[in-house]
């Protein structure tokens, strides 16, 4: 595993669940905002699923991946193993206590939590991701 797997001196690339409800949408939004904070830089996880050959590739050679799912249905990181894509950090909103909901209403405080655990994740020595042999998807922050 690797650990500090988004520290400034490393590229990191940042995909999240865009999903039709609230938790994917905060997924969305949190990987907007880390990109503009700095943080790393959001990648286009619908040409990644899609196997459009140049995002495939360059998302299994970035330094670092870090993958957002709003839900424990986990379609981001199930797509990035589809591909075949390391992923070095990973969260699953609901996992912070926030609840599903099939709309799109959300508050910046939500955000902001999902925000702090994606950089508490990834300057974490957990950092981890899904073990194949398990039934569903790991989490470092969760």
């Known amino acids: 595993m ?3 797997c988004c520290s400034s001196n490393k590229k990191t690339m940042i995909v999240a669940c865009s999903g039709a409800s609230n938790v ?4 969305n939004q949190a990987a907007v905002e880390l990109t503009r904070e700095g943080f790393g830089k959001m990648f286009c996880l619908a040409a990644v699923g899609a196997h459009l050959n ?15 799912d709003g839900c424990p249905v986990g379609c981001a990181i199930r797509l ?7 992923v ?3 969260l699953v ?19 902001e939590k999902v925000k ?3 950089k ?15 039934s569903g998807p790991s989490s470092c922050c969760g």
Do not use: R, T
Request: charged share 15%.
């Open 93 to 111: 909103v609901e996992n912070l206590g926030i609840k599903k909901s099939m709309s799109n209403i959300f508050n910046a405080d939500e955000v």
């Open 116 to 118: 702090a655990a994606v």
């Open 88 to 90: 070095s950090a990973y």
């Open 54 to 68: 140049n995002f495939v590739v360059s998302a299994q050679n970035v330094e670092n991946l870090v993958a957002i």
């Open 24 to 27: 994917g949408q905060i997924s």
């Open 2 to 4: 690797i650990s500090e």
């Open 120 to 134: 508490g994740c990834c300057n974490s020595s957990a950092s981890l991701v899904a073990d194949k042999e398990a």
């Open 80 to 86: 990035l193993e589809h591909a075949e894509v390391p």
